[in-house]
């Protein structure tokens, strides 16, 4: 028991450490791209996400093929990560779950209520899913800059939050973000998903079976019209990961182990490349922050994360359904739910999807993504730093 428990921390410190310092080379790259659409290289830079390479039947631009083929990896191992949570991790148990779960909720709620507020009945009310996501790597990062001594049950919260918050953002883009459907495809794609349940129930331990399953899924899912890197996700929670095995020798740890920093330190700061890069009118600047789009992603991130969050949190302190940590105030959660307005990698992906065909609509979004996560990153730094988030008394 006390094996696994020594097990348990060290791979969450593992986790909590890599998606950290991913935050820092994320933010790197988000400036890099930032600076080249707004530099002489704009052209350039354009015409190179936009040229085409074939692979088989499939020619795609670079930056489909970024979307759609290389993210389809980042979304498989949030896939292992979510299942690794639910069987070993801080989301095991109902009475470890039910808080991070009730604020997740709370913290899409909010934030698509509030889009919709600006946008409802307008042609952009499609993108009400952008401002629903909390971007795991940055809120850490700050967090780790802003509060080295956080309480760990906050950092563990935040982690817990922002994992189940992918979750319902992969939800939100298999159910509304997919186009006219060809069931003819999804029969072989779900196909393809049962081979994947077979392997795992036979406890087939080896990798290249499920990648033979996983790519065939892509490609169905592909054709089908649901965007293909829910295959992804999906093959991640079909890893074997047993709960009366050694976690740390199962297949489940092993793949998350090697993919992981791969995720987080080379894949997510190339999406971040294609697809942060906005140019911006700054004689206009003023006029763009208060666009529909803009001004609807804006309040959600900004103001409906943290009321979402912290409205949920009191609530259920509230309630006795669940109790105050010891070491955290309800200003922990406050500051906890700032940082989860940085919604940047999962906002910015569903936004692609959302106005893929609306370019303009496009760099609305992407506008106000960045200002929302960069206004939400400066306000939950000031926050741990300057909040009393420690010490707590015991709850009302």
């Known amino acids: 028991m006390v094996k696994r428990l020594q097990e348990k921390k060290a791979i969450f410190i593992d986790f909590f450490k890599d998606e950290a310092s991913s935050g820092v080379i994320l933010l790197l790259f988000a400036i890099v791209t930032l600076l080249l659409a707004n530099s002489s290289l704009e052209n350039s830079y354009n015409k190179l996400l936009h040229l085409h390479f074939a692979i088989g039947n499939f020619n795609l631009s670079l930056l489909h093929w970024i979307n759609d083929a290389l993210m389809s990896i980042f979304f498989f191992v949030v896939g292992l990560e979510i299942k690794r949570e639910f069987l070993f991790g801080e989301l095991k148990s109902l009475s470890a779950t039910i808080l991070p779960i009730a604020a997740a909720i709370g913290g899409m709620i909010v934030p698509a209520l509030l889009y919709l507020l600006f946008n409802f009945h307008a042609d952009t009310q499609i993108g009400w899913g952008i401002p629903m996501a909390t971007d795991i790597a940055f809120s850490l990062g700050v967090l780790t800059i802003a509060a080295k001594n956080a309480p760990r049950s906050v950092v563990i919260f935040l982690t817990a939050l922002a994992i189940v918050d992918d979750l319902g953002a992969i939800i939100v883009i298999a159910l509304f973000y997919s186009t006219d459907i060809s069931f003819l495809h999804l029969g072989l794609g779900l196909l393809a998903l049962l081979g994947g349940i077979l392997l795992n129930r036979c406890r087939t331990n080896h990798f290249l079976p499920y990648l033979v399953v996983g790519i065939f899924m892509w490609i169905e899912f592909f054709k089908t019209g649901i965007h293909p890197t829910i295959a992804g996700v999906a093959l991640g929670l079909l890893i074997p990961a047993h709960e009366n095995a050694d976690m740390g020798k199962s297949l489940l740890h092993s793949l998350e182990h090697r993919l992981a920093p791969l995720s987080s330190r080379f894949i997510m700061p190339i999406f971040a490349l294609a697809n942060a890069g906005v140019t911006i009118d700054f004689s206009h600047l003023g ?79 992407k506008i106000g993504i960045i200002t929302a ?24």
């Open 287 to 365: 006029q763009l922050l208060f666009t529909p789009v803009t001004f609807g992603i804006i309040c959600g991130l900004f103001i409906g994360k943290p009321l979402g969050i912290f409205g949920m949190t009191y609530l259920m302190f509230k309630t006795k359904l669940a109790f105050l940590p010891e070491n955290t105030r309800n200003s922990s959660f406050l500051a906890a739910g700032t940082l989860g307005g940085i919604g940047f990698t999962m906002s910015l992906f569903i936004a692609t999807l959302a106005f893929a065909e609306i370019p303009e609509y496009l760099s609305e979004a």
């Open 373 to 396: 996560s960069v206004l939400s990153g400066l306000v939950g730094f000031c926050a741990f730093k300057f909040l009393p988030t420690g010490g707590a008394k015991k709850a009302d």
